[in-house]
Nanobody, 124 residues
């Protein structure tokens, strides 16, 4: 079992940056892939980024590629999402997720463990 707690959300102007953190409880964090998803009001939850347990493989949604970077520090049981060049379209609640897979996973239904979410608001 893994419990996840996100932090780092907030209000930022367009073009600005934020770094989200996802703190995981439990042991063997490196055995879990991690993903970031987001959900805007009235929209379905969408994939943002995912990273392997070792951190050597990552995938991104086209809408954030080149602007967002997913990473993890297994010694600290923490994952990160660095978000640069933010746009108003990035406004959403951001969730981190984890599960025990070998390869990174881009579909929300594949993750069993979820955080409570953190709000990111980008003003124009």
């Amino acid at each position: 079992q893994v419990q996840l707690v996100e932090s780092g959300g907030g209000l930022v102007q367009a073009g600005g940056s934020l770094r989200l953190s996802c703190a995981a409880s439990g042991r063997s964090f490196s055995h879990y892939i991690m993903g970031w998803f987001r959900q805007a009001p009235g929209k379905e939850r969408e994939f943002v980024a995912t990273i392997s347990g070792s951190g050597d493989s990552a995938f991104y949604a086209e809408s954030v590629k080149g602007r967002f970077t997913i990473s993890r520090d297994n010694a600290k049981n923490t994952g990160y999402l660095q978000m640069n060049s933010l746009k108003p379209a990035d406004t959403a609640v951001y969730y981190c997720a984890a599960d025990q897979y070998i390869a990174p996973l881009t579909t929300a239904s594949g993750y069993d463990y979820w955080g409570q979410g953190t709000q990111v608001t980008v003003s124009s």
